[in-house]
T-cell receptor, first 115, second 112 residues
Framework: DQQVKQNSPSLSVQEGRISILNCDYT??????FLWYKKYPAEGPTFLIS?????DKNEDGRFTVFLNKSAKHLSLHIVPSQPGDSAVYFC??????????????FGGGTRLMVKP | EPEVTQTPSHQVTQMGQEVILRCVPI?????FYWYRQILGQKVEFLVS????????KSEIFDDQFSVERPDGSNFTLKIRSTKLEDSAMYFC??????????FGPGTRLLVL
């Protein structure tokens, strides 16, 4: 199942610079997208989300961009901090009446922010 | 800040045994979920639960799996007869509406 893909398994960035994590999807029914951060042996922690009616959502250092025509979303972290080092997952869902709103996850990108 | 909790954090069991994984969702949330992540693989959806019934389930969620909300706070996942391939991290999640899901810390299940 490759409906949500994160093509970069890892990304290394210098502290203070911008981190850009990318995610592609194939299912045009997806209408809600989320980014989660995950440390080893912990559960995914919600970061930021975006509805398909928007193309940008910003929360502090985190901004998510959605390009529906390209079926692509990205997470920008500015400025990057060493504490941002973790695995980042994008996830997507499609609203269906009387259904459960399951999330489909990408494979994750490991971000390393170097001091 | 409210959070989803899960117990136990680790569970080791013998193949064929039953296991029950427990979750306490965030108190005002109405939608509950189980996901799992096999080592080195993606997080996969298992089941969603709303209004005391399953609202959606994946192909993974076969007859060996069941979920229950036995009281007003707990949400459980039961695996009746565990197999080696059930070894994974199991995550519970909850949401207030059909929007953002908040995840627990997970239970690491090892089937020997």
């Amino acid at each position: 199942d490759q409906q949500v893909k994160q093509n970069s398994p890892s990304l290394s960035v210098q502290e203070g610079r911008i981190s850009i994590l990318n995610c592609d999807y194939t299912n045009s029914m997806f209408d809600y997208f989320l980014w989660y951060k995950k440390y080893p042996a912990e559960g995914p922690t919600f970061l930021i989300s975006i509805s398909s009616i928007k193309d940008k959502n910003e929360d502090g250092r985190f901004t998510v961009f959605l390009n529906k025509s390209a079926k692509h979303l990205s997470l920008h972290i500015v400025p990057s901090q060493p504490g941002d080092s973790a695995v980042y997952f994008c996830a997507a869902s499609a609203y269906q009446q009387n259904a459960g709103n399951m999330l489909t996850f990408g494979g994750g990108t490991r971000l390393m922010v170097k001091p | 800040e409210p959070e989803v909790t899960q117990t136990p954090s680790h569970q080791v069991t013998q193949m064929g045994q039953e296991v029950i994984l427990r979750c306490v969702p965030i108190s005002n949330h109405l939608y509950f979920y189980w996901y799992r992540q096999i080592l080195g693989q993606k997080v996969e959806f298992l089941v969603s639960f709303y209004n005391n019934e399953i609202s959606e389930k994946s192909e993974i969620f076969d007859d060996q799996f069941s979920v229950e909300r036995p009281d007003g706070s707990n949400f459980t996942l039961k695996i009746r007869s565990t197999k080696l391939e059930d070894s994974a991290m199991y995550f519970c999640a909850s949401s207030e509406s059909l929007g953002t899901q908040y995840f627990g810390p997970g239970t690491r299940l090892l089937v020997l």
